[in-house]
């Protein structure tokens, strides 16, 4: 089948820890996106990448970092200076020409 | 600019009954339209798109939504609710400029009452 794939589902840290969320997809998409979402408010753009080993920052990329070696994939790094990293985070896909982004099941990370 | 803006945070209907979420946009040139459903700890998924072809758009599991380009809304229809309906929904607009960027609205949660 098709698709995205996010995992950890859950994923708990420690303050301090660097912590990395995977995105993989199938789909031979060029695009992929990372999003953070919060309680009550829309998805936030942290990062995007529409071609393989190329990247731009989103809306909201201070404390992350990602790396787009290879198409299928599309790792998100959470890092210490992230000041509120608890948070539910969408990873996303796309073909070129506003078809629309299909997204995986999310990451949901606790930093305690 | 690009933005979208959904009227509503919060809409209860009883099962059965119709279904209106409400959505309106504002774009500087010809935007493409998407609703988004997402269920409680899950990803989104996308129930339909308008991208510039007919103006009433039919997606999954029953929904549609009209573009009127004069009101500058995209508003999200079913005729009959069901109970699996309840979930949150985001009414999204291309940003454009040659890419598929995304602006997100802040959602609509939908209650379904027996």
């Known amino acids: 089948d098709g698709g995205i794939t996010q995992s950890p589902k859950y994923l708990f840290r420690k303050e301090g820890q660097n912590v990395t969320l995977s995105c993989e997809q199938n789909?031979?998409?060029?695009?992929m996106y990372w999003y953070r979402q919060d309680p009550g408010q829309g998805l936030r753009l942290i990062y995007y990448s529409q071609i393989v080993n190329d990247f731009q920052k989103g809306d909201i990329a201070e404390g992350y970092s990602v790396s787009r070696e290879k198409k299928e994939s599309f790792p998100l790094t959470v890092t210490s200076a992230q000041k509120n990293p608890t948070a539910f985070y969408l990873c996303a896909s796309s073909i070129k020409g506003a078809s629309g982004q299909y997204f995986g099941p999310g990451t949901r990370l606790t930093v305690t | 600019a690009q933005s979208v803006t959904q009227l509503d945070s919060h809409v209860s209907v009883s099962e059965g009954t119709p279904v209106l979420l409400r959505c309106n946009y504002s774009s500087s040139y010809s935007p493409s339209l998407f609703w988004y459903v997402q269920h409680p700890n899950k990803g989104l998924q996308l129930l339909l798109k308008y991208t510039s072809a007919a103006t009433l758009v039919k997606g999954i599991n029953g929904f549609e939504a009209e573009f009127k380009k004069s009101e500058t809304s995209f508003h999200l229809t079913k005729p009959s609710a069901h109970m699996s309906d309840a979930a949150e929904y985001f009414c999204?607009?291309?940003?454009?400029?040659?890419?598929?960027?995304?602006?997100f609205g802040t959602g609509t949660r939908l209650q379904v009452f027996p």
């Open positions: 789909l031979n998409h060029d695009a």
């Open positions: 999204v607009v291309t940003l454009g400029m040659g890419t598929d960027k995304l602006i």
